[in-house]
């Protein structure tokens, strides 16, 4: 399987950004899809989460409503929308698929086999 990420870039804070994520070499469907992140000097966290239907849907507590996580099953890509960006969340964001199909665990980074290569989110102030 292969994820391919997109999206990063520089933007000033109170900006937004939308990062994608194309999956191949798997039935997308089937899994779930995540998006993590990692500034340096700190531990990867997760951003949103999001299970294989469609219906549940997890972000961290920083979020605070700020991002929205969506999934295009036609498309076999999933979606990180990012609005009221904030010199904070600067860092990597990485998306990632589930570790088994039709699995009802989706929140922790546990729960993700495949990764992909990452792209910068830089927000200045």
């Known amino acids: 399987v292969q994820l391919q990420a997109s999206g990063g870039g520089l933007v000033q804070a109170g900006g937004s950004l939308k990062l994608s994520c194309v999956v191949s070499?798997?039935?997308?469907?089937?899994?779930?899809m995540g998006w993590f992140r990692q500034a340096p000097g700190k531990e990867r966290e997760t951003v949103a989460a999001i299970n294989w239907s469609g219906s549940g849907t997890y972000y961290g507590d920083f979020v605070k409503g700020r991002f929205s996580i969506s999934r295009d099953d036609n498309k076999n890509t999933v979606f990180l929308q990012m609005n009221d960006l904030k010199p904070e969340d600067t860092a990597v964001y990485y998306c990632?698929?589930?570790?088994?199909?039709?699995?009802?665990?989706?929140?922790?980074?546990?729960?993700?086999?495949?990764w992909g290569q990452g792209t910068q989110v830089t927000v200045s102030s």
């Open positions: 990632a698929a589930g570790l088994r199909p039709y699995s009802s665990r989706y929140t922790y980074a546990d729960d993700y086999g495949s």
């Open positions: 070499g798997r039935t997308f469907s089937a899994y779930s």
